[in-house]
Every structure is written in structure tokens, then in C-alpha cells.
């Protein structure tokens, strides 16, 4: 049975940090690409980071220079630094096969296995 588990979200003000992690169990991690969506209230699902197999990460504009991506074992780790008010929404990892690993668009089709999330508000 395949579980993606998210843990890490909570409160933070502007400027903080937080770490994500995505806990992955009931299928073979290492030859998944793993990413990180979010949503805010009224917004699309955006896509903000992305790790293939090989460990190659992608980002989003909006977070380059700010979160970044690592793997190890069966954890998936999106590090959050100088969060912005914008970057409050539900946060969500996912997993794929093959090593395409997209989070543009409407890329989160491409993804199979969905967590429930973890929200993250970052207040002023």
C-alpha cells in the first residue's frame, strides 16, 4: 500500500525557516521522482519543487534561492528559508515514475501517489 506522509508544517512569521518532510512507504522510493505542490486558498495547485531519482532537483520561480529539495532512504525533505506571506498554503508531495520529473502547469497530472498534506501559514 503506498503512503506518502508529510510532516513539518505549522505557524512561522515572516522571514523563518521550516522544514518538510515526506515520508514515503509501500513502494520502490528510490526510482521515483518525489515532489513538493501547494495551495493556497482560491489558488491553483502550484508546483514548487521536484526530485528525480538521480537527485536532480527542479524549482519553481517563486521559491528558487529560498526552499531546497533532498532525498534520502525513504524521505523526501523540502527546506524552507526566508518565507515570504505568500508562501502560506497547504503543502503537499507526491510521487511519480520514470525520471521525467515536471512541476510546471499542469504537471501534478503526471503524479500518482499524493500525500494529505501539511499547511503552512507564514504571518507577518
Known amino acids: 500500500q503506498v503512503q506518502l506522509a508529510e510532516s513539518g508544517g505549522g505557524s512561522v512569521q515572516v522571514g523563518g525557516s521550516l522544514r518538510l518532510s515526506c515520508t514515503a512507504s509501500g513502494f520502490a522510493y528510490s526510482r521515483y521522482c518525489m515532489g513538493w505542490f501547494r495551495q493556497a486558498a482560491g489558488k491553483e495547485r502550484e508546483g514548487i519543487a521536484s526530485i528525480d531519482s538521480d537527485g536532480r532537483p527542479q524549482y519553481a520561480d517563486s521559491v528558487k534561492g529560498r526552499f531546497s529539495i533532498s532525498r534520502d532512504n525513504a524521505k523526501a525533505t523540502l527546506q524552507m528559508n526566508s518565507l515570504k506571506a505568500e508562501d502560506t498554503a497547504m503543502y503537499v508531495c507526491?510521487?511519480?515514475?520514470?525520471?521525467?520529473?515536471?512541476?510546471?502547469?499542469?504537471?501534478?497530472?503526471?503524479?500518482?501517489?499524493w500525500g494529505q498534506g501539511t499547511q503552512v501559514t507564514v504571518s507577518s
Open positions: 507526491a510521487a511519480k515514475t520514470g525520471l521525467y520529473c515536471p512541476i510546471t502547469g499542469t504537471d501534478w497530472n503526471r503524479f500518482g501517489y
